[in-house]
């Protein structure tokens, strides 16, 4: 696999900095039932990297001491460590918001017929990758009977009333690219989904989170391997948009890895890019317990304009999804009728 940090490291992109800390996302380890196209952090079923419970602990504690309110969960699928259940019961004692972000697939795999229950039971949001509504777009970029895996682990949740009116169970769907693009208008894309899940196949979710493919890891080799790479970022400068500096999630969250060391986000944490105003190494966590994280800054890269392109992107979708009206909701739904082949 082709390393993009070479090509990121040095920008131009705006200096900022942290605003109040209330997210935690901590990456609970690599393995995954899934080899995803756009994966930002090649997960796959061979990866073992997992986070140990000791870790956990800090995660707990650092939450605790610092009055952080939201622990966001990522993988690979989160859900194949271990301890993944020890830590959303003691997370949710605590009273944190707990977000699982699930491949949906996961649900219906052997020796996970469970936890379904466990997560409705625990009462925790899902925030689950669907890149499409369409069988063979979700199944060109996520492999062979991913879409029917998805739509099975959707009508369990259904079924518990995730997604429901007045259930108070949060299912949010995620949408990618297949390509080097960025993602159409949120706020019509989302109609365009809640229309065809519920006509096709009896779905409902909540929201819809739009997101753009991030130039590294898995999805950055395809794009050097395709020549595509130059123009892909030449499109995320070209759609930069400085009002989207004020959501980048960077803002109120730090992300913590699988062995429990520090970054400004996620995709830091990919490349390997230390905590910005600290030292040239990542700092583990428990060496953070007494260190006030507001108002420092935060190390930025040419990947940070992925998430202030165009109608920007983050964990919680864009920014400034333009408003939804029936004519445009229509044609999203028909421009993306056609598969898109890898």
Same mark, same amino acid.
């Given at each position: 696999?082709?390393?993009?940090?070479?090509?990121?490291?040095?920008?131009?992109?705006?200096?900022?900095?942290?605003?109040?800390?209330?997210?935690?996302?901590?990456?609970?380890?690599?393995?995954?039932?899934?080899?995803?196209?756009?994966?930002?952090?090649?997960?796959?079923?061979?990866?073992?990297?997992?986070?140990?419970?000791?870790?956990?602990?800090?995660?707990?504690?650092?939450?605790?001491?610092?009055?952080?309110?939201?622990?966001?969960?990522?993988?690979?699928?989160?859900?194949?460590?271990?301890?993944?259940?020890?830590?959303?019961?003691?997370?949710?004692?605590?009273? +944190?918001?707990?977000?699982?972000?699930?491949?949906?697939?996961?649900?219906?795999?052997?020796? %996970?017929?469970?936890?379904?229950?466990?997560?409705?039971?625990?009462?925790?949001?899902?925030?689950?990758?669907?890149?499409?509504?369409?069988?063979?777009?979700?199944?060109?970029?996520?492999? !062979?009977?991913?879409?029917?895996?998805?739509?099975?682990?959707?009508?369990?949740? @259904?079924?518990?009333?995730?997604? &429901?009116?007045?259930?108070?169970?949060?299912? @949010?769907?995620?949408?990618?690219?297949? =390509?080097?693009?960025?993602?159409?208008?949120?706020?019509?894309?989302?109609?365009?989904?809640?229309?065809?899940?519920?006509?096709?196949?009896?779905?409902?979710?909540?929201? &819809?989170?739009?997101?753009?493919?991030?130039?590294?890891?898995?999805?950055?080799?395809?794009?050097?391997?395709?020549?595509?790479?130059?123009? %892909?970022?030449?499109?995320?400068? =070209?759609?930069?948009?400085?009002?989207?500096?004020?959501?980048?999630?960077?803002?109120? +969250?730090?992300?913590?890895?699988?062995?429990? %060391?520090?970054? !400004?986000?996620?995709?830091?944490?990919?490349?390997?890019?230390? &905590?910005? #105003?600290?030292?040239?190494?990542?700092?583990?966590?428990? !060496?953070?317990?007494?260190?006030?994280?507001?108002?420092?800054?935060?190390?930025?890269?040419?990947?940070?304009? #992925?998430?202030?392109?165009?109608?920007?992107?983050?964990?919680? =979708?864009?920014?400034?999804?333009?408003?939804?009206?029936?004519?445009?909701?229509?044609?999203?739904?028909?421009?993306?009728?056609?598969?898109?082949?890898?």
């Amino acid at each position: 696999m082709r390393d993009t940090f070479p090509l990121l490291v040095k920008t131009d992109f705006p200096a900022i900095k942290r605003g109040k800390l209330e997210t935690l996302q901590a990456n609970l380890g690599y393995r995954c039932n899934q080899s995803c196209f756009h994966c930002h952090v090649a997960a796959s079923p061979k990866r073992t990297e997992e986070m140990s419970w000791e870790t956990m602990v800090s995660l707990l504690e650092f939450s605790r001491r610092k009055g952080i309110s939201v622990i966001d969960l990522t993988g690979g699928a989160p859900e194949m460590n271990p301890h993944f259940r020890r830590l959303v019961r003691e997370a949710r004692a605590l009273g +944190l918001r707990v977000i699982d972000r699930c491949n949906l697939t996961i649900l219906s795999e052997p020796g %996970y017929e469970s936890l379904a229950d466990f997560i409705a039971e625990q009462r925790v949001e899902i925030t689950a990758s669907l890149p499409c509504y369409l069988e063979e777009n979700v199944d060109a970029q996520r492999g !062979d009977g991913s879409f029917q895996g998805s739509l099975d682990g959707l009508r369990k949740l @259904n079924a518990l009333g995730y997604g &429901l009116p007045g259930s108070g169970l949060i299912l @949010n769907l995620v949408y990618n690219p297949l =390509g080097a693009s960025l993602p159409p208008d949120q706020g019509k894309l989302e109609t365009a989904y809640k229309a065809q899940l519920s006509a096709r196949y009896g779905i409902v979710f909540n929201q &819809l989170f739009a997101l753009a493919n991030m130039p590294i890891q898995r999805f950055g080799s395809q794009l050097l391997s395709r020549n595509e790479f130059h123009d %892909y970022m030449n499109l995320l400068r =070209g759609a930069y948009q400085p009002a989207n500096l004020d959501g980048v999630m960077c803002r109120s +969250l730090i992300s913590v890895s699988w062995q429990g %060391y520090v970054f !400004d986000c996620d995709f830091n944490q990919m490349l390997g890019l230390p &905590l910005g #105003g600290a030292a040239a190494t990542p700092i583990h966590l428990s !060496d953070l317990l007494d260190l006030d994280l507001n108002d420092r800054p935060i190390r930025v890269a040419d990947h940070c304009y #992925g998430c202030t392109a165009g109608q920007g992107s983050s964990c919680g =979708g864009a920014f400034v999804p333009e408003k939804t009206d029936s004519h445009a909701s229509s044609q999203t739904v028909n421009n993306i009728q056609e598969p898109q082949h890898a």
